[in-house]
């Protein structure tokens, strides 16, 4: 599975973004999948992830409450919807599917907050 995520820029503390994170291949909907962020001078960790059914979301404590993550197997696509963003989220951002322990990763994106 190849992934391509987009919907990064700059904006202020407080606003909003949605990243998009599109997959190429017939078998996306068997694949967990997942959003992880790597500021600079930082390691990447994780920020959200959601189960291959949709079902089941998982979210980084810092992330809770303000961002949420979905998925729409039809348009093979993943999403990730960010609110009341702050500074601290500043950072590239991955997308990641995973299925029986391989994992893949998009590009990345990358999200810039002012204060």
């Known amino acids: 599975v190849q992934l391509q995520a987009s919907g990064g820029g700059l904006v202020q503390a407080g606003g909003s973004l949605r990243l998009s994170c599109a997959a190429s291949g017939r078998t996306f909907s068997t694949y967990a999948t997942g959003w992880f962020r790597q500021a600079p001078g930082k390691e990447r960790e994780f920020v959200a992830a959601i189960s291959w059914s949709g079902g089941s979301t998982y979210y980084a404590d810092s992330v809770k409450g303000r961002f949420t993550i979905s998925r729409d197997n039809a348009r093979k696509t993943v999403y990730l919807q960010m609110n009341s963003l702050k500074p601290e989220d500043t950072a590239v951002y991955y997308c990641?599917?995973?299925?029986?322990?391989?994992?893949?990763w998009g590009q990345g994106t990358l999200v810039t907050v002012s204060s």
């Open positions: 990641n599917a995973e299925r029986n322990g391989n994992n893949y």
